[in-house]
């Protein structure tokens, strides 16, 4: 029996609607066929909290009097990209401090969160309409105009774990990998995953509303580096990284719960954000696609010594969430770079927004493509 969203969304307005995570689904798949899920559950939410390097914020700071059009920006010393208009800027999550590598923009997305106050410093050549010339003063949040999260690629769905055949240690954006493949590392919240749950995105595309680190945001466009071409598994998974989102949000109801900075040794800054997605169980085939488990995702493990990082072996998160996987025959401890505790309790609470009707549900207004391939970029010398 199919349901729309205004089916479900009536159930909700009237208290009536079952609203579970995607755990509690998952274990009631062991009993249940989909067709009972389609019957008893309205809406399943979903939870990711793990780095998001592609991140980052708009700005508007708001005029000085005289005014001035700001062309070199810093705040806290961290440079801005200050190329948009006169009182504008990005904060780009993986910029950092000439001074210190390992402080940068997500620690200043994180402060201004917090609501901590942001040394700002600009410069301008001067013109007729904007004199000034600098400016040196203190901001927080609710002393500018706006701050809106544009991130370009978030909630990846799957993502290949990493090892390293090398006999050195590798510093990486998936962490330290230790030599001889004494590790592996991987980062989905697996089962919980909000595309891992809906893997051919019927449910999520532009205009689905989403959990932010807190506050409610939104799908903008597909992610950039978005894939459908991978290789999927008989549930319709693909095996490494796949779909992207593009996602907005304001940053000033965001909350430091769901937003954390964090430095990678030896490779750079990062940003950790926690994102949610509710499901509309439409039909058993959402159903079906709900009662995922970490069993039934795949996930390559890639060398990360070697150019291209390719696949040495495959295998599943129930094994990677067991603490050990074999590589040709040598037992490896394996290691979370994301959070699952941190997205349990944001799938918990959305679920909890959900029930009460504070995040109404929304078809999407397009639907993000079908088929989607990522081209690499070619090295090769200027032509003469």
């Given at each position: 029996?199919?349901?729309?969203?205004?089916?479900?969304?009536?159930?909700?307005?009237?208290?009536?609607?079952?609203v579970?995570?995607?755990?509690?689904?998952?274990?009631?798949?062991?009993?249940?066929?989909?067709?009972?899920?389609?019957?008893?559950?309205d809406?399943v939410?979903?939870?990711?909290?793990?780095?998001?390097?592609?991140?980052?914020?708009f700005?508007?700071?708001?005029?000085?009097?005289?005014?001035?059009?700001?062309?070199?920006?810093?705040l806290?010393?961290?440079?801005?990209?200050?190329?948009?208009?006169?009182?504008?800027a990005?904060?780009g999550?993986?910029?950092?401090?000439?001074?210190?590598?390992?402080?940068?923009?997500?620690?200043?997305?994180?402060?201004?969160?917090r609501?901590?106050e942001?040394?700002?410093?600009?410069?301008?050549?001067?013109?007729?309409?904007?004199?000034?010339?600098?400016?040196?003063?203190?901001i927080?949040?609710?002393?500018?105009n706006e701050?809106?999260?544009v991130?370009?690629?978030?909630?990846?769905?799957?993502?290949?774990?990493?090892?390293?055949?090398?006999?050195?240690?590798?510093?990486?954006?998936?962490?330290?990998l230790?030599?001889?493949?004494?590790?592996?590392?991987?980062?989905?919240?697996?089962?919980?995953?909000?595309?891992?749950?809906?893997p051919?995105l019927?449910?999520?595309g532009?205009?689905?509303?989403?959990f932010?680190?807190?506050?409610?945001?939104?799908?903008?466009?597909?992610?950039?580096q978005?894939?459908?071409?991978?290789?999927?598994?008989?549930?319709?998974?693909?095996?490494?990284?796949?779909?992207?989102?593009?996602l907005?949000?304001?940053?000033?109801?965001?909350?430091?719960?769901?937003?954390r900075?964090?430095?990678?040794?030896?490779?750079?800054?990062t940003l950790y954000?926690?994102?949610?997605?509710?499901?509309?169980?439409?039909?058993?085939?959402?159903?079906?696609?709900?009662?995922?488990?970490?069993r039934?995702?795949p996930?390559?493990?890639c060398?990360?010594?070697?150019?291209?990082?390719?696949?040495?072996?495959?295998?599943?998160?129930?094994?990677?969430?067991?603490?050990?996987?074999?590589?040709?025959?040598?037992?490896?401890?394996?290691?979370?770079?994301s959070?699952?505790?941190?997205?349990?309790?944001?799938?918990?609470?959305?679920?909890?927004?959900?029930a009460?009707?504070v995040?109404?549900?929304?078809?999407?207004?397009?639907?993000?493509?079908?088929?989607?391939?990522?081209?690499?970029?070619?090295?090769?010398?200027?032509?003469?």
């Amino acid at each position: 029996m199919a349901k729309s969203y205004e089916e479900i969304n009536a159930r909700i307005a009237r208290g009536e609607a079952v609203v579970l995570t995607a755990d509690e689904v998952s274990r009631m798949a062991a009993e249940a066929s989909p067709a009972e899920i389609a019957r008893k559950v309205d809406v399943v939410t979903t939870a990711t909290f793990g780095a998001m390097c592609s991140s980052g914020c708009f700005i508007n700071f708001g005029h000085t009097s005289p005014p001035l059009r700001m062309e070199s920006i810093t705040l806290n010393g961290v440079p801005l990209f200050g190329g948009v208009a006169a009182v504008d800027a990005y904060i780009g999550a993986t910029e950092v401090s000439p001074d210190d590598p390992s402080y940068g923009g997500a620690h200043l997305i994180e402060a201004l969160v917090r609501g901590d106050e942001l040394l700002l410093k600009a410069r301008g050549k001067g013109t007729d309409c904007y004199p000034r010339r600098e400016i040196e003063t203190w901001i927080r949040k609710d002393l500018v105009n706006e701050i809106t999260m544009v991130s370009p690629r978030n909630a990846y769905q799957n993502y290949a774990a990493a090892t390293n055949t090398t006999d050195k240690v590798l510093h990486t954006y998936m962490g330290s990998l230790l030599p001889r493949k004494g590790n592996v590392n991987y980062s989905t919240s697996g089962q919980l995953s909000p595309l891992l749950n809906d893997p051919y995105l019927r449910t999520i595309g532009v205009g689905t509303r989403v959990f932010l680190a807190g506050a409610q945001g939104f799908v903008s466009w597909r992610g950039t580096q978005f894939n459908t071409e991978k290789p999927r598994n008989d549930r319709g998974i693909p095996e490494s990284n796949a779909a992207t989102l593009m996602l907005t949000g304001d940053v000033k109801q965001m909350s430091a719960d769901y937003l954390r900075a964090a430095y990678y040794e030896k490779y750079g800054v990062t940003l950790y954000i926690g994102i949610g997605i509710p499901i509309p169980v439409l039909d058993e085939d959402m159903a079906a696609a709900v009662s995922v488990r970490d069993r039934d995702i795949p996930a390559l493990i890639c060398d990360y010594g070697t150019e291209g990082h390719p696949a040495i072996a495959r295998t599943n998160y129930e094994a990677l969430r067991s603490g050990f996987v074999e590589i040709a025959g040598k037992k490896t401890r394996t290691a979370p770079l994301s959070s699952l505790k941190k997205a349990r309790e944001i799938a918990q609470a959305l679920k909890a927004q959900v029930a009460s009707g504070v995040f109404p549900l929304a078809a999407p207004v397009q639907a993000l493509p079908e088929r989607s391939a990522v081209s690499s970029l070619p090295v090769r010398e200027r032509s003469r």
